[in-house]
C-alpha cells in the first residue's frame, strides 16, 4: 500500500483545508509514495510511540496531535521533538498527523466520536464554519442538463445539511458566437446560435471546487463552460467546532459527572454546580474552553471540555455544567475513527492501536 492512498482516505473525511491556521497537520515525515504495511495509531507521537512502533513492525504512525507544530531549526536531539523526528527518520517509520480538521467534521470526527460514546442523538455542530462555502451558477444546453446536474452532485455539490442534490433550475434562452479560433458543439462559428438552456445553481463548500469543477468539465459539452461562482456568507452545518445532541435519557445533574467517568472512561471530572438535569450536552474534545458561550446560547444543560481554566468556569452562570474530564480523555477514542476509516476502505491493511499511555498528566487521590 502506497502512503498516499492511505492519506487520501483519511483526508476524504477530514480535508486538510478544515485545519485551523495555526496547526500543522498532513504528512510530517516521510514519502508519499513509500511503500507502508502497518500502521500505528496514537493521540501524540512521543520517544515511546516511535520505540513502539519500531517493536511492532510499523512503517507509519498515525497521529492526532501534530509532534511538529512550531518550525524546526535544527536536529540535533536537544528535545523530545527533535528526537521523535530523529528517530522516525532514522528508522524509516512515517509520520501523519490529523489534527483540527478531524475535530471540525460534523460525521466520523473527533467530537462525533465523544458523542458516541455519551450516546447523544441529533448531533449538530455547536459553532458552524463560516466563509466556507459557495455558490456554483453552471448554464447549460436544456438536453444536457441532468448530465450537468449529476456532475455538480457527483463531484460534492448540493449538499444542504441532511439533504443531498439540492439544485435550483430556470429554463431560459441562451446566445453565443464562436469567433475565429472556435470549434462550437452547437451551431457554427461567427454565426449567432440562439438556443435552450438551463441555469443550474448549486451550493458547495469551497474546498470541493476544483474537485466539482474537474466533474462538470467532463460532463458540460460547451468549449467554453458558461458558469459564475460567488462565496456566501452562510455557515457550513457540516462543518466547524463542538457539536451539541441530546441524552435520550436525562441523567440527574449530580449524577452526571459520574455518567462522564463511566462513558470516557475518565478518571477525575471538575464541574460546576450541578443543574437539575442534562439533557442537552455540547461536547468538543481537547481545549474547548473557547466555546462556552456557545454552548450556553444553544441552551446546553451540560458542556463538556477539555484545559479548561479557573475563571472560564465563572462562564456557565450558573445556568449550565461545565464539565472537564482532561484534554487527553475527552480525545483518547480518535485513533477509533483512524481505525474505521482504514478497515472500510483497506479491509487488509494492518493497523494497531498503540498501548503506550501517552497523558503526560497524572493524577493523585
Ligand atoms: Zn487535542
Known amino acids: 500500500m502506497k502512503l498516499f492512498e492511505i492519506i487520501e482516505a483519511i483526508e476524504k473525511v477530514a480535508p486538510p483545508s478544515l485545519q485551523e491556521d495555526y ?17 500505528l495509531l496514537t ?30 531549526k535544527r536536529l540535533n536531539g536537544s528535545n523530545y521533538v527533535e528526537r521523535v523526528v530523529m528517530a522516525a527518520i532514522k528508522n524509516n517509520i512515517a509520520i501523519y498527523a490529523c489534527h483540527t480538521n478531524l475535530d471540525n467534521v460534523l460525521k466520523q470526527g473527533v467530537n462525533s466520536k465523544i458523542a458516541a460514546k455519551l450516546g447523544l442523538s441529533d448531533v449538530q455542530i455547536l ?14 444546453p436544456h438536453t444536457h442538463a441532468d448530465a450537468v446536474r449529476e456532475a455538480l452532485f457527483a463531484g460534492g455539490a448540493g449538499h444542504v445539511g441532511n439533504y443531498d ?5 430556470i429554463h431560459g434562452q441562451g446566445t453565443f458566437r464562436g469567433g475565429e479560433n472556435t470549434n462550437p458543439v452547437i451551431g457554427k462559428k461567427g454565426e449567432r446560435t440562439s438556443l435552450e438552456e438551463q441555469r443550474i445553481e448549486v451550493l ?3 474546498n470541493r471546487f476544483s474537485q466539482v469543477m474537474k466533474s462538470l468539465r467532463i460532463a458540460h459539452p460547451y468549449e467554453e463552460i458558461a458558469y459564475y461562482s460567488v462565496d456566501l456568507n452562510n455557515a457550513w452545518q457540516d462543518a466547524g467546532s463542538g457539536l451539541i445532541g441530546i441524552l435520550e435519557n436525562p441523567v440527574r445533574g449530580d449524577l452526571f459527572p459520574a455518567f462522564i467517568k463511566e462513558s470516557l472512561n475518565a478518571e477525575v471530572v471538575r464541574f460546576t454546580a450541578p443543574v437539575a438535569w442534562v439533557k442537552k450536552v455540547a461536547v468538543c474534545g481537547g481545549s474547548g474552553a473557547f466555546l462556552i458561550k456557545n454552548a ?9 471540555t477539555g484545559d479548561v481554566k479557573y475563571h ?54
Open 312 to 365: 472560564e468556569f465563572f462562564d456557565a452562570e450558573n445556568r449550565m455544567m461545565i464539565c472537564d474530564p482532561g484534554h487527553y480523555e475527552t480525545e483518547q477514542f480518535t485513533i477509533e475513527l483512524f481505525a474505521e476509516i482504514l478497515s472500510e476502505k483497506f479491509p487488509n491493511f494492518a493497523t494497531r492501536f498503540s498501548h503506550t499511555y501517552t497523558n503526560p498528566i497524572q493524577y493523585h487521590y
Open 43 to 72: 493521540l501524540d507521537t512521543t520517544e515511546a510511540v516511535v520505540q513502539e512502533a519500531i517493536a511492532e513492525g510499523c512503517d507509519l504512525i498515525i497521529t492526532h496531535h501534530p509532534i511538529v507544530f512550531r518550525g524546526l
Open 204 to 206: 458547495l463548500p469551497k
Open 296 to 304: 450556553l446560547q444553544s441552551g446546553a444543560d451540560a458542556y463538556i
Open 23 to 39: 496547526d500543522n497537520s498532513g504528512l510530517l515525515v516521510g514519502s508519499p509514495q513509500s511503500e507502508v504495511k502497518k500502521a
Open 165 to 169: 442534490e439540492c439544485s435550483f433550475n
Open 127 to 140: 459553532k458552524p464554519m463560516q466563509q466556507a462555502l459557495m455558490k456554483l451558477t453552471v448554464f447549460t
